[in-house]
């Protein structure tokens, strides 16, 4: 490719690109997937397992088992399908790989996203239709009330970019930390708890459900989670207000956090 | 029996080496292993909140499920501190990397296996051992039977996480694979045994032994069923033989990664 071709290609191709490759790649890496779809379905085996046996003694409960079971497909989907990019990054930090990121003509940052958004295009049909599937096959039927699923599809897809971002910016913070598992660990439970991933906040204390409303968690999870048996369209345009609001917080905090990231591996040369 | 004893004071060796390496990174250390407190904490919180709404799952209440995972916490805590090797075990093979542990005069498994020590294993630990002190289920009596459910717990861990890796000597690079095998060991034994039946029971007492981790001890402090004791004593010396006899037979298809390294 000559300098006066190379200067007409679009900014964005560049980005598309490697998204396409990191899809390409996904694909190839058939373990990966199929462990992912193997997770979601051990998931949703032990829940059903859980609700069918609490329900089945009597105890109060506002919804049915397909309900909970296709609550937490949602739920589960948000976190399985998304990539793990933190880990690449805190490697690429630690290794030093990350330094002959940098003089290419591509952002590391925006590299990043574009690859996880190409493995997300592949990984999320995968594993949300193995979730489906084995959701309907544990349960037998879909939820009380399905066309919250059809609000859900997109809303899910969206939340995935939310984690998938914030998942960048607690990579990129391996430049100061080094080991980013524990924060990983930390981040990831919070949003068990705060987000209801395993259990829908219907079930939570009035306090707690308050609290967990103003985190990212409540937005991307139970968030798109409550569409399943909630098929509002307003609910529905509610939970894309909030996700919306808390990509644009993470993309803002990750750029910050880039930038000052890059300093730093300037000032110590990378 | 005559390279038991050896092997038992070389492991303790490594141990203490490990230590040293481990604490030599003070605020890392104490990062990792009070995060993951945190974690283990927060992770376990769903249970309260559950059973603020729920009484119970077939009989089980929140007592139970402390003691349930307090044995699989300390155990995996007892695991990745110990022999915290385990999960680096399939790279190693598929790179050609176990070289540097076949050319020392001791037992390659055993210095495999305890070459790393994993700083959060200290976290597991302590919030393993916090949440059975509080369960209200343990007592003065009951102490021998946890320390003889965890240790037994944290050897099915390490076999089974052995096994695992070990299929790298036939499949190759197989790590991920081997760590998500482990990720499910873990889901499954930190929820209530009596919610599952039929061919899941089954493969809880088979190919994912979380039965034999938390569930089986559960029924043995808390209820005080002896034959359980048996059970878990037989079942963890099947799982240990059997990691040995994979690891060796394994170990005949081993190609070097003809490298050159040192091990210190």
């Not at chain 1, 345009?237 to 930038?259: P, T």
């Not at chain 2, 303790?12 to 283990?40: D, E």
């Not at chain 2, 059975?132 to 037994?152: D, K, N, Y």
């Amino acid at each position: 490719m000559n300098p006066t071709t190379a200067q007409r290609v679009h900014p964005l191709a560049k980005y598309a690109a490697l998204g396409a490759i990191a899809a390409r790649q996904t694909l190839v890496d058939r373990a990966v997937l199929l462990g992912r779809a193997v997770f979601i379905g051990l998931f949703l085996l032990i829940f059903s397992q859980l609700w069918k046996t609490v329900l089945s003694m009597g105890q109060r409960g506002e919804h049915s088992v397909a309900d909970l079971v296709w609550y937490l497909l949602i739920t589960e989907t948000v976190l399985i399908a998304t990539p793990y990019l933190h880990l690449d990054i805190e490697k690429d930090i630690r290794n030093g790989d990350v330094a002959n990121h940098l003089p290419r003509p591509v952002s590391y940052l925006w590299s990043q996203v574009s690859q996880g958004i190409g493995q997300l295009v592949v990984r999320f049909p995968a594993v949300a239709l193995c979730g489906a599937l084995m959701a309907w096959g544990l349960t037998g039927e879909l939820p009380s009330n399905p066309a919250g699923l059809l609000y859900a599809l997109p809303l899910t897809f969206l939340a995935c970019c939310a984690v998938l971002i914030s998942n960048i910016t607690i990579g990129l913070l391996a430049v100061w930390i080094v080991d980013i598992n524990p924060l990983v660990f930390v981040w990831q439970k919070l949003s068990f708890i705060l987000g209801g991933l395993i259990f829908p906040m219907d079930i939570y204390p009035d306090w707690l459900r308050a609290v967990s409303e103003w985190t990212p968690f409540y937005a991307y999870l139970y968030g798109v989670g409550r569409l399943a048996y909630t098929p509002d369209p307003m609910v529905a345009l509610g939970s894309a207000g909030m996700l919306l609001f808390w990509c644009a917080v993470f993309v803002w905090i990750a750029l910050w956090v880039y930038r000052k990231a890059l300093r730093v591996m300037t000032i110590s040369g990378g | 029996m005559n390279t038991f004893v050896p092997s038992l004071k070389y492991l303790g060796a490594l141990f203490v080496t490990n230590l040293k390496a481990t604490l030599a990174l003070r605020v890392a250390f104490w990062l990792q292993a009070g995060l993951m407190v945190v974690n283990n904490l927060v992770f376990f919180t769903i249970w309260p909140i559950f059973f603020n709404r729920y009484d119970s799952v077939n009989g089980w209440k929140l007592g139970h499920m402390a003691v349930l995972y307090g044995v699989s916490c300390t155990a995996f805590g007892v695991w990745v501190v110990v022999a915290g090797g385990v999960r680096d075990m399939a790279q190693l093979i598929s790179d050609g990397d176990l070289d540097t542990y076949l050319t020392l005069p001791k037992n390659p498994l055993v210095r495999t296996v305890a070459s790393r020590m994993q700083g959060s294993g200290w976290g597991d630990l302590i919030t393993g051992i916090g949440l059975l002190s509080f369960s209200g289920v343990i007592g003065a009596w009951e102490v021998p039977l946890v320390i003889l459910c965890v240790a037994c717990a944290s050897l099915i861990y390490t076999s089974t996480g052995i096994i695992a890796q070990s299929v790298a000597f036939w499949a190759g690079p197989i790590g991920s694979l081997a760590r998500q095998f482990t990720e499910f060991l873990i889901s499954f034994s930190v929820y209530p045994g009596s919610m599952f039946s039929g061919v899941v029971k089954v493969i809880l007492f088979t190919i994912v032994p979380a039965g034999f981790i938390s569930h089986l001890p559960l029924e043995l402090i808390a209820n005080k069923r002896w034959e359980m004791g048996a059970a878990l004593v037989g079942a963890t010396t099947v799982y240990c033989l059997l990691a040995i006899w994979v690891f060796s037979a394994g170990l005949r298809r081993y190609e070097s990664g003809n490298r050159f390294g040192v091990q210190a």
